[in-house]
Structures are given as C-alpha cells and as structure tokens.
C-alpha cells in the first residue's frame, strides 16, 4: 500500500485549455474524493464517490468540470476551457466503508496554475 | 450547513513553548471534528479526531484536543513543540461520514 497517488503534480496551462488530472486511491477503498484548495483557504469538497457512482457534487463543481470514475478504482477530474479562477490545488482523497467514521487519506495534491 | 472558523491565521512559538489552535465550528446537528496537519510539500494527514465519548482526544506525537459543545469549539494543544511540528493545521468537521468542511488553517512557524 503506497498510499492515495495524485498524477501530475503540477500543471501549467493557459487560459482556454483543458486539463485531466488522476488520482489513484488506496487499493482496498471504495470512496473517493476531491477537493480544492486556494491560497490561503482550506480544502473545499467537490464530488466524491462510492465505487463507480458520483453521489454528490458541490455547486463549486460548474459545468467545465466532469470527475469520472469508471470501474470504481482510479479517477479523472477533467477542466475544460480552463480559467485563471481555476488556479488552485486539486485534491484526492479515499476512503473504505463500513464504520461510524471512516478516515479519508488525502494525495499530495496536483497544483494547477493556469497562465 | 457546517463551517469552521480558525481564529488565528499564524502561530509564531518557540521550540518547548506551548501552543493552542482555536477553531470554532457551527452546525445545525450533531457532528464529527477532526483537526488535520501538512507539513510542507506533503499531503494533509489526520492528527486526531472526535467522534464520541471522551471529550478530550490525543494524538500519538501530544498534541490533544476538546470538544467543547457549549462553545461550539474544538481547539488543539501541545504543552511543549518541536521544530519539527511547524506545519499548517487545519480543522474539519463532518456532518456525516463522507464530506469535509476545513477551516482556513493555521500555519505553525517552531523557532528555537
């Protein structure tokens, strides 16, 4: 187990452009997350989901953004038409079911600028 | 909805010296509370977290934390840090088991 992995770990874009970022859970968990982080803010949610299902997403999530999860394992958060609002720290987070509390282990986080 | 609010934006504290985070929260219904740590260029990773029982929780690395639900506040305590606790901290609460609501953290700055 190596832990929740973020891919890139940074990007540079410029404004128009569209990104994917991917994010690798924890083998054995069935939750995933993602949340974004501006300067000088903490993280805020965006969607998460149970295996291959997105159950909510967060009204921060505008149209430009699509988080997929295909076959409940790896995700893809994909920005089209990036803006410069969009600068940010994207991350992913997972987590297994089945307690009162089940404890999110975060990524390092993939650091967007667009130019 | 859940929010957090963290009093202090910087901590400066020297090495040994204690240290307390504030962090108040307000929610509408019960509610877990976790306080998180990043140390630089890592990911956030869990210090210690409230769910039930004893109001007090301690990290393994001694820190602690109460809940307090008169006051609605959640602070972290250390009696004595290290350089090596320099770090930003953040706190959290979950309405339920899934999504997160952070504070705006507090960065931690150790001086020996």
């Known amino acids: 187990d190596t832990g929740v992995s973020q891919d890139p770990r940074h990007k540079i874009t410029k404004r128009g452009q569209n990104v994917t970022f991917r994010c690798d859970p924890i083998?054995?968990?069935?939750?995933l997350y993602w949340y974004r982080q501006t300067l000088g803010q903490g993280p805020e949610f965006l969607t998460y989901?149970?295996?291959?299902?997105?159950?909510?997403k967060s009204r921060l999530l505008s149209d430009r953004f699509s988080a997929e999860r295909p076959k409940g394992s790896f995700s893809t958060l994909e920005i089209q038409r990036t803006e410069q609002g969009d600068s940010a720290m994207y991350l992913c987070a997972s987590s297994s079911v089945g307690g009162p509390y089940n404890e999110q282990f975060f990524g390092p986080g993939t650091r967007l600028t667009v130019l | 909805a859940q929010s957090v609010t963290q009093l202090d934006s910087q901590v400066p504290v020297f090495e040994e010296a204690p240290v307390e985070l504030r962090c108040n929260y307000s929610?509408?219904?019960?509610?877990?509370l976790f306080w998180y740590v990043q140390y630089p260029n890592q990911g956030l990773q869990l210090l210690l977290k409230y769910l039930s029982g004893s109001t007090l929780v301690e990290s393994i690395n001694g820190f602690e934390a109460e809940f307090n639900k008169s006051q609605t506040s959640f602070h972290l305590r250390k009696p004595s840090v290290h350089i090596s606790d320099t770090a930003e901290y953040f706190c959290?609460?979950?309405?339920?088991?899934?999504?997160?609501?952070f504070g705006a953290g507090t960065t931690v700055t150790v001086r020996a």
């Open positions: 929610s509408s219904v019960s509610v877990y």
């Open positions: 083998s054995e968990h069935n939750r």
């Open positions: 959290a609460v979950s309405e339920r088991d899934y999504k997160l609501s």
């Open positions: 989901f149970q295996n291959e299902a997105q159950l909510e």
